[in-house]
């Protein structure tokens, strides 16, 4: 199980880094964003992929104990942001990371008057970060 583990992560690691050269890329190549915006399409399929690779192997393993959830609040936005690090210079890296990833999220939802979920996060060297930003009826 740990090998797996390991080697979901170092999966995510790189697929992340390949994500955030693409966002430089855009960011220095604007004339390329609608192309790289394909590619950044695909590749939210490969990080489906890699997840639903390591849910398979999670259910065959004990589950572990649930913790409880806070009572959620109300209002047309929700956001849960989880971030875990062993240093506080990487809490501060994963944290870039995850707002720079949660603007282009916020940016989806800002386009859909449809109540949805939109997750996202990362796992690597520095830690690993998780949210999902819930779009709630008219906003």
Same mark, same amino acid.
């Given at each position: ?23 430089? %890329? ?20 490969? +990080? ?44 501060? %890296? ?41 779009? +709630?009826?008219?906003?």
């Amino acid at each position: 199980m740990e090998k797996v583990d390991d080697l979901t992560r170092e999966k995510l690691r790189e697929w992340q880094m390949r994500r955030l050269e693409i966002k430089d %890329r855009i960011q220095s190549h604007p004339e390329q964003t609608l192309e790289l915006a394909r590619v950044l399409d695909l590749m939210d399929d490969e +990080h489906a992929e890699i997840l639903s690779q390591a849910e398979m192997i999670r259910a065959q393993a004990p589950a572990a104990p649930v913790e409880p959830t806070p009572a959620a609040l109300t209002g047309a936005y929700a956001l849960q942001l989880q971030v875990a690090a062993q240093s506080i210079d990487d809490l501060r %890296r994963l944290f870039d990371m995850a707002v720079f990833e949660l603007q282009q999220q916020i940016n989806a939802a800002a386009s859909s008057a449809e109540p949805r979920r939109y997750p996202g996060g990362m796992s690597g060297s520095l830690g690993e970060y998780r949210f999902e930003v819930g779009v +709630h009826g008219d906003a």
